[in-house]
């Protein structure tokens, strides 16, 4: 069944848009949103992400929201590695093919609008700097698109355009819901409470066992290569296709400060978007779980970024109460 929140008995049906936002690792928070508005009863009658959101989304749209859970459950940073197909000096630090594969296995394979529910991957073409919202095709292409953060993976072509993250122009794709007919939008927006420097201001790197924040060592911001240290570190162990690059990479005293400017930059220029659009069109609901202590590559902490997508929509429900129900 369809549940609205604010919807009276008697009322003819409305359309219900889940919008989920970029936020790199801090994405696997959707999966909790989802799982949350799942027990609640709410069922969303198209998705809409952007980047990380695009991913989920899809996977929820094809009804494998459980495979993709499973996965970022099972991801440690042996396995995030092992994903990445280092290329050098492309348009990308990363192919993004190995990416696109592990994708396919956890997405229905077909075409957008083969799915189980409307979709739509928001993505950026670099020719024209317009957003463009991708509505057909191949489902795992348009996840690729839509994931590809510039500077780091290379760029998806699709006839004449050139495409890259779809944050750089919505993080929050509210507009595209209400432009497919939603009448009521529930948006999940990662970027309200970035300060910087991939994640939060001196915040600590959890380590691949999934230890919480404030129980591991803390790295210094000012510090050279710490915000990439424990990368660097956890690597050094990893025997995996292409790694020696990757390794090499590290090493170089200049590149781990550049990673962390470009990173930075993005969360800057990404939150500062998403601000400016949820004012201009906000969302009915608006769910903000507190992840900005995490860092752009903590992919390996799943359980507690999941959880707490699930805390924060539970308890934006709750402080809505009666203008949630009945679902």
Known sequence: MTGIPGASEGAPPRK?????????????????????????????DCVVGT?????????????????IEELARELDWRKVVSLFDVVFPRSGLIDGRKI???????????????????????????VTSREVVI??????????????????????????????????VNPVPVSVARHMGADYVIAVDLTHDLQGHGGAKGAALANSSGTPPGKEPMSSPTGKGAPLAGI???????????????????????????????????????????ELQLRAEPPDLLIRPKLGHLRFM???????TILEGYRATKLCLEETGDAVAPF
Do not use: C
């Open 16 to 44: 219900i848009a889940l919008v989920l936002g970029s936020g790199a690792a801090r994405g696997w928070a959707h999966i909790g949103v989802i799982n949350a508005l799942s027990e609640a009863g709410v069922r969303p």
């Open 51 to 67: 980047s990380i959101g695009a991913l989920v989304g899809a996977a929820y749209a094809s009804g494998k929201i459980h495979s």
């Open 100 to 126: 696109a594969d592990s994708i396919r296995e956890q997405v229905e394979p077909g075409n957008i609008e083969d799915l189980s529910l409307p979709f739509r991957a928001v993505s950026t073409d670099l």
């Open 135 to 168: 509505q057909d095709g191949d489902v795992v292409e348009a996840v690729r698109a839509s994931i590809s953060v510039s500077g780091m993976f290379t760029p998806v072509k699709r006839g004449a355009m050139v495409l890259v993250d779809g944050g750089l």
């Open 232 to 274: 660097g570190e956890r690597i050094k162990s990893v025997d995996a296709l292409g790694l020696a690059q990757v390794r090499q990479w590290l090493a170089k005293e200049s590149m781990p400060n550049i990673f962390e400017v470009l990173m930075a930059s993005m969360n800057v220029m990404e939150k500062q978007i998403a």
């Open 298 to 304: 903590d992919f390996h902490r799943a359980d507690e």
